[in-house]
């Protein structure tokens, strides 16, 4: 398979979103209001863990691009749980994309103790042989919620996917913490973006 030719169009993909969900960022500081959006990172997903998931679903080669729908991954970190239904709000106001499916493991969390929401988009992009839809996932989360998954991720990684017990409860503890620091930090938000505007204008 020429994977340079597979992945291109998500290569494009993932570098047009981050512009535009960095433009949101810059808008909102434009007009000195708090930005509900702290940071975004994007990635396309590396050849062997699209193939190790392929296989792990069974999922055949000619099939790939229509089930593996986080080829093109966005992820939007914002401060507050709040901000996170705002850049929903945003997204769906939008209409250079669509969005085929949303998932809100921040209402519902994983048993894992995953906390986030998703998008799946379906994105146009433009290439030299015309138009492409292109699947993407966007995963918004808190700054918590992140810490804790990268760090859930690389646990994940070292074990190959088979957490000790222990670790696991300790992980379920440590994502109830962090979502306890969201919520402590959702109370006195007001306080927070007081300090941060002040700051801002020295
Ligand atoms: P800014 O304006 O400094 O935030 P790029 O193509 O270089 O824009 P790339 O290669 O995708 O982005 O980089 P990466 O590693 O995905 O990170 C994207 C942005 O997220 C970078 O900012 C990082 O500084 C920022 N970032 C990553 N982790 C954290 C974090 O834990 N906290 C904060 N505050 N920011 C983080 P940029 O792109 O340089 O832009
Ligand atoms: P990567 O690139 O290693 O992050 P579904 O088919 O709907 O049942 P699917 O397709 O796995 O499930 O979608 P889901 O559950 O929405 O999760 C997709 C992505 O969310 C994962 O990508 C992770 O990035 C993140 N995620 C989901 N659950 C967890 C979790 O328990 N811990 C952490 N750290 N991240 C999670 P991948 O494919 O695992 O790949």
């Known amino acids: 398979m020429n994977w340079e030719a597979i992945l291109?169009?998500?290569?494009?993909?993932?570098?047009?979103?981050?512009?535009?969900?960095?433009?949101?960022?810059s808008q909102f500081e434009f007009e000195s209001s708090h930005s509900p959006i702290e940071f975004v990172t994007a990635r396309v997903k590396p050849v062997h863990?699209?193939?190790?998931?392929?296989?792990?679903?069974?999922?055949?080669m000619d099939n790939i691009?229509?089930?593996?729908q986080d080829i093109a991954g966005v992820r939007v970190v914002c401060q507050f749980v709040d901000?996170?239904?705002?850049?929903?709000?945003?997204?769906?106001d939008r209409n250079d994309f669509t969005i085929i499916e949303e998932k809100d493991y921040i209402a519902k969390k994983k048993t894992s103790g995953y906390r986030s929401y998703h998008m799946i988009i379906e994105y146009p992009v433009e290439t030299i042989h015309g138009r492409k839809m292109v699947l993407a996932e966007i995963q918004i989360r808190t700054l918590a919620m992140n810490f804790w998954a990268t760090n859930e991720h690389s646990l994940k990684y070292k074990y190959e996917g088979n957490l000790p017990a222990e670790v696991q409860s300790?992980?379920?503890r440590a994502a109830e913490a962090a979502f306890k620091l969201d919520e402590e930090m959702s109370k006195i938000?007001?306080?927070i973006q007081e300090a941060?505007?002040?700051f801002h204008r020295k």
């Open 8 to 25: 291109a169009p998500y290569k494009q993909v993932i570098e047009e979103l981050k512009v535009k969900l960095k433009g949101m960022r």
């Open 49 to 60: 863990s699209i193939i190790e998931k392929a296989e792990i679903r069974n999922i055949s």
């Open 65 to 68: 691009e229509r089930e593996i």
């Open 83 to 92: 901000d996170i239904y705002t850049i929903v709000g945003l997204l769906h």
């Open 170 to 172: 300790r992980l379920k």
């Open 189 to 191: 938000r007001s306080e």
């Open 196 to 198: 941060q505007r002040i």
